[in-house]
T-cell receptor
Framework: DTAVSQTPKYLVTQMGNDKSIKCEQN?????MYWYKQDSKKFLKIMFS???????INETVPNRFSPKSPDKAHLNLHINSLELGDSAVYFC??????????????FGEGSWLTVV | DQQVKQNSPSLSVQEGRISILNCDYT??????FLWYKKYPAEGPTFLIS?????DKNEDGRFTVFLNKSAKHLSLHIVPSQPGDSAVYFC???????????FGDGTTLTVKP
C-alpha cells in the first residue's frame, strides 16, 4: 500500500496551460504538504495544510493554488504554467503531534515539464 | 539565506568502509534533525532522526551525531553497502514539521 500517492507521476505541458496534481495519504495524518525540488535539487516547502486549513504558505506565486477537500487529500492546481515551473513536486504528510514527531512521509514525486 | 547546508555535494566510498555525511545549520531554534534518503525517481524516505536533547542516535548501521555547540550533525553509515548509494538530505525543524528546512543533499556512491 502506498502511504502517500500522487498523480500524475510525469506531466509534460505547454506554457500557459492549467494543470493539477493530486495527492492522497492513507496514513491518517493531520498535516499535508507540497514541496518543490528545483533544478538545483533544493527541497523547498510550498504549502502546508492541517485538517484542511492552510497553515504554511511560503512565497509562492498566486498561480499555485492548493485545495484540500479533506485531511487525506491535498491537490495542487497551477494556472498559466511558465517554463520556470518545471520541477519535481512532492506531496508529503506528517502527524506532528504523534510519536513520529517531525517525520515527513513523501510521495514519489510528480515530474512537471513545461515546454 | 540557507539555514541548512550540506557542503559536500557528493561522496564516494568503498563497500565495507564507513560513510560520513555532514550537515551544518545556522538556526539555533531548530530542535529536531532528520536524515532522508532518496533514490532516483522516488520520493525522499525517512532514515533516522535526533532530538536536540541527545547527541547520538543509532539505528543498525546508521548513527547520527549532533554537536549543538557547533551546530553540526553527521550521519555515519558503517559498513557501507552498494544499496546505500542514494542522495541523502539533512533536514532541521522546530516544533512544526512542516517548516523542516532541507539541505542541498549529498550524493553517496558506494563502490563494490
Amino acid at each position: 500500500d502506498t502511504a502517500v500517492s500522487q498523480t500524475p507521476k510525469y506531466l509534460v505541458t505547454q506554457m500557459g496551460n492549467d494543470k493539477s496534481i493530486k495527492c492522497e495519504q492513507n496514513l491518517g495524518h493531520d498535516t499535508m504538504y507540497w514541496y518543490k525540488q528545483d533544478s538545483k535539487k533544493f527541497l523547498k516547502i510550498m504549502f502546508s495544510y492541517n485538517n484542511k486549513e492552510l497553515i504554511i504558505n511560503e512565497t509562492v506565486p498566486n498561480r499555485f493554488s492548493p485545495k484540500s477537500p479533506d485531511k487525506a487529500h491535498l491537490n495542487l492546481h497551477i494556472n498559466s504554467l511558465e517554463l520556470g515551473d518545471s520541477a519535481v513536486y512532492f506531496c508529503a504528510s506528517s502527524q506532528v503531534r504523534g510519536l513520529s514527531g517531525n517525520t515527513i512521509y513523501f510521495g514519489e514525486g510528480s515530474w512537471l515539464t513545461v515546454v | 539565506d540557507q539555514q541548512v547546508k550540506q557542503n559536500s555535494p557528493s561522496l564516494s566510498v568503498q563497500e565495507g568502509r564507513i560513510s560520513i555525511l555532514n550537515c551544518d545549520y545556522t538556526n539555533s531554534m531548530f530542535d529536531y534533525f532528520l536524515w532522508y534518503k532518496k533514490y532516483p525517481a522516488e520520493g525522499p524516505t525517512f532514515l533516522i532522526s535526533i532530538s536536540s536533547i541527545k547527541d547520538k542516535n543509532e539505528d543498525g548501521r546508521f548513527t547520527v551525531f549532533l554537536n549543538k555547540s557547533a551546530k553540526h550533525l553527521s550521519l555515519h553509515i558503517v559498513p557501507s553497502q552498494p544499496g546505500d548509494s542514494a542522495v541523502y538530505f539533512c533536514a532541521a525543524s522546530g516544533t512544526n514539521a512542516g517548516k523542516s528546512t532541507f539541505g542541498d543533499g549529498t550524493t553517496l556512491t558506494v563502490k563494490p
